[in-house]
């Protein structure tokens, strides 16, 4: 994909999290697969502080509908860990794999 075909793709893409927490509200699911969906796009051409700011306006969402120890609220703070590792933060990415963890119900085991 060439950088104009991604940059027309991303401005579809905006309005739809304001689209949805207009009509469905703030704390609709799909509100918050909105922002991931975007910070998954900014992720992939390695926007790494964009995707970071979008996946974490959807994390409230999911962990207040969802739960926190629900599968895609436990996928969201991997995510975050990861964009964090990416951006050289390890302090914040522990946090966030911490966060998966308990979710998952683990102990968090720092990989090597």
């Known amino acids: 994909m ?11 893409q ?7 927490e207009r009509t469905l509200g703030m704390y609709d699911p799909k509100t ?3 922002c991931n969906n975007i ?3 900014y992720n992939s051409v390695r926007e790494y502080p964009k995707a970071l700011e979008y996946h974490l306006k959807a994390l409230p969402v ?7 120890d629900h599968p895609d609220t436990v996928i969201s703070y ?5 964009i964090y590792e ?8 522990q946090e966030y794999f911490q966060k998966a963890a308990a979710a998952r119900g683990e102990g968090y085991k ?3």
């Open 32 to 34: 918050a697969t909105s």
């Open 62 to 68: 999911c962990e207040r509908v969802l739960g926190t």
């Open 2 to 12: 060439t950088t104009e075909e991604w940059e027309d793709q991303l401005k579809g």
């Open 78 to 82: 991997n995510r975050i860990g990861a």
């Open 110 to 112: 720092k990989q090597q």
């Open 86 to 93: 990416f951006m050289g933060n390890s302090s914040k990415a």
């Open 39 to 41: 910070g998954g796009t």
């Open 14 to 20: 905006l309005t739809v999290p304001a689209d949805c």
